[in-house]
Nanobody, 116 residues
Framework: QVHLVESGGGLVQPGGSLRLSCAASTIISSIYAMGWSRQVPGKQRELIALIFSGGRTNYTDSVKGRFTISRDNAKNMVYLQMNSLKPEDTAIYYC??????????WGQGTQVTVSS
C-alpha cells in the first residue's frame, strides 16, 4: 500500500510564499494525474491544482496565477509553489495521486496558515 506524506506547511504572512512537497512511499506506475486539494473546517475539500501524465495542468480560479503545481517523476514527488498568499488560503492541504496501479491515494495533510 502506498502512502503519501506532505511537508512544507506552516505560518506565513499575507503576500508570502510557501512550497509544499508530497512524497510517495513507493514508486508508482501508470500515474494518471497528481494533485493538490485543500479543506477548511466545516467545508468540503476543494481540488485546486492538477498535473496530468502528459504535463498539462489545471487550476481552480482562486489560485490561478499564484500557485504552480509541478512534479518529479523519477522521485514520485509532486510540489505546490504558493505565492502571494492570502488569509483565505488558510486550510489543510492534501496531495493525491491517481494511478492505474494504486487508484486514488491521499496524503494526511499539512496545515497552511496565512496571517499577520
Amino acid at each position: 500500500q502506498v502512502h503519501l506524506v506532505e511537508s512544507g506547511g506552516g505560518l506565513v504572512q499575507p503576500g508570502g510564499s510557501l512550497r509544499l512537497s508530497c512524497a510517495a512511499s513507493t514508486i508508482i506506475s501508470s500515474i494518471y494525474a497528481m494533485g493538490w486539494s485543500r479543506q477548511v473546517p466545516g467545508k468540503q475539500r476543494e481540488l485546486i491544482a492538477l498535473i496530468f501524465s502528459g504535463g498539462r495542468t489545471n487550476y481552480t480560479d482562486s489560485v490561478k496565477g499564484r500557485f504552480t503545481i509541478s512534479r518529479d517523476n523519477a522521485k514520485n514527488m509532486v510540489y505546490l509553489q504558493m505565492n502571494s498568499l492570502k488569509p483565505e488560503d488558510t486550510a489543510i492541504y492534501y496531495c493525491n495521486i491517481n494511478s492505474a496501479s494504486t487508484g486514488l491515494t491521499w496524503g494526511q495533510g499539512t496545515q497552511v496558515t496565512v496571517s499577520s
